[in-house]
T-cell receptor, first 116, second 110 residues
Framework: GAGVSQSPSNKVTEKGKDVELRCDPI?????LYWYRQSLGQGLEFLIY????????KSGLPSDRFSAERTGGSVSTLTIQRTQQEDSAVYLC??????????????FGPGTRLTVL | GQQVMQIPQYQHVQEGEDFTTYCNSS?????IQWYKQRPGGHPVFLIQ?????EVKKQKRLTFQFGEAKKNSSLHITATQTTDVGTYFC??????????FGIGTKLQVIP
């Protein structure tokens, strides 16, 4: 079946503009994560959605970042008034999270964001 | 969520040498996962360990979960250039958010 998809694959924007990044998780997966990865660095957790629960936004670096997950499926990460330090690869992952042993995360290919 | 420390952050080895990365937590983990990210790629799931003292093997890779379920290791025997990449551990608490370690970047010198 289809894996996690993300769009766009690359986004170049000017400082101060808003951007929207999209994630289509694997169908039926209840958990969805957004991560940020700067060049050569580890995974920085941003936000976590699990079913109908309130999202865990503890990783969002500033109030310029927000995310939604509509209908328990597609998610959009929005960055307002982008800054150069926002340049990174934004990764989305989903998991079934049906209990013990189902936490495997399946990652999308990422969106490479470059803020000029 | 769980907090995990991963060491070392970087490791250079000669091809054919062994490699080990360690993941440690101050709290008991429900389970632990290992992922590999090739240069330019995205993290890909390798394995999940659930039981205390569990040992699993995948060809040249050996994964261990400590008896206290607070630490884990990934050992690669006789590294090859195809092993190059960053290896992440990720701690999970069942229905809790998964937390990734910082990763160990492995470079294999031919």
């Amino acid at each position: 079946g289809a894996g996690v998809s993300q769009s766009p694959s690359n986004k170049v924007t000017e400082k101060g503009k808003d951007v929207e990044l999209r994630c289509d998780p694997i169908s039926g997966h209840t958990a969805l994560y957004w991560y940020r990865q700067s060049l050569g660095q580890g995974l920085e957790f941003l936000i976590y959605f699990q079913g109908n629960s309130a999202p865990d936004k503890s990783g969002l670096p500033s109030d310029r970042f927000s995310a939604e997950r509509t209908g328990g499926s597609v998610s959009t990460l929005t960055i307002q008034r982008t800054q150069q330090e926002d340049s990174a690869v934004y990764l989305c992952a989903s998991s079934l999270l049906g209990g013990e042993g189902t936490d495997t995360q399946y990652f999308g290919p990422g969106t490479r964001l470059t803020v000029l | 969520g769980q907090q995990v420390m991963q060491i070392p952050q970087y490791q250079h080895v000669q091809e054919g040498e062994d490699f080990t990365t360690y993941c440690n937590s101050s709290t008991t983990l429900s389970n632990i996962q290992w992922y590999k990210q090739r240069p330019g790629g995205h993290p890909v799931f390798l394995i999940q360990l659930v039981k205390s003292g569990e040992v699993k093997k995948q060809k040249r890779l050996t994964f261990q979960f400590g008896e206290a379920k607070k630490n884990s290791s990934l050992h690669i025997t006789a590294t090859q250039t195809t092993d190059v990449g960053t290896y992440f551990c990720a701690a999970s608490g069942g229905y809790q958010k998964v937390t990734f370690g910082i990763g160990t970047k492995l470079q294999v010198i031919p």
